[in-house]
T-cell receptor, first 118, second 110 residues
């Protein structure tokens, strides 16, 4: 297994176009996260899947954003009618089921998909 | 108020120095705590988990104060290779929602 894979690595698009990013998590990980990161900021939580179920969505995720994980394996993040403010690095992370009482889980990130909206 | 707050820095220190980073979190339901490291234009990677009793990994020491909702990271004998952004991370019970701070930038100079 080569870790978390994200495609495409870079996407330049014109305002108003739709874009889709794909994430392939580590195969034995049942949890998958999407984050957005802009320059000088930490990753901002967008959404989270356990297997195929989307369990939480951030208020940052407007109606133009949708994420799926249809078979509990890979995930896609689609942004419709892109705006210049959507320009950011979109990071995917996966983790196994937490171990122990505390439920601590460690996220492994992919290299990210950088979106530039012109 | 952000759920996880860090001093953004940057911290500029000479090689061999000791440097400490602080982090506060606002949600008392937070259950698990971590420090991640992020190099320029790279993805975040786990540096260490933070346990209630405090823990050490080589030159790195992490402390947690649940009463004050405060986490710290101490780096001793700084190396040039320690230059990076250090992200404070908290996770709620069950690990469902993992929140990152904005990060503290560290520059270690020769």
């Amino acid at each position: 297994d080569t870790g978390v894979s994200q495609n495409p690595r870079h996407k330049i698009t014109k305002r108003g176009q739709n874009v889709t990013f794909r994430c392939d998590p580590i195969s034995e990980h049942n949890r998958l996260y999407w984050y957005r990161q802009t320059l000088g900021q930490g990753p901002e939580f967008l959404t989270y899947f356990q297997n195929e179920a989307q369990l939480e969505k951030s208020r940052l995720l407007s109606d133009r954003f949708s994420a799926e994980r249809p078979k509990g394996s890979f995930s896609t993040l689609e942004i419709q009618r892109t705006e210049q403010g959507d320009s950011a690095m979109y990071l995917c992370a996966s983790s196994p089921e937490p171990q122990g009482f505390s439920g601590a889980n460690v996220l492994t990130f992919g290299a990210g998909s950088r979106l530039t909206v012109l | 108020r952000k759920e996880v707050e860090q001093d953004p820095g940057p911290f500029n220190v000479p090689e061999g120095a000791t440097v400490a980073f602080n982090c506060t979190y606002s949600n008392s339901a937070s259950q698990s705590f971590f420090w991640y490291r992020q190099d320029c234009r790279k993805e975040p990677k786990l540096l260490m988990s933070v346990y209630s009793s405090g823990n050490e990994d080589g030159r790195f020491t992490a402390q947690l104060n649940r009463a004050s909702q405060y986490i710290s990271l101490l780096i001793r004998d700084s190396k040039l290779s320690d230059s990076a952004t250090y992200l404070c991370v908290v996770s709620r019970t069950g690990g469902f929602k993992t929140i990152f701070g904005a990060g503290t930038r560290l520059f270690v100079k020769a």
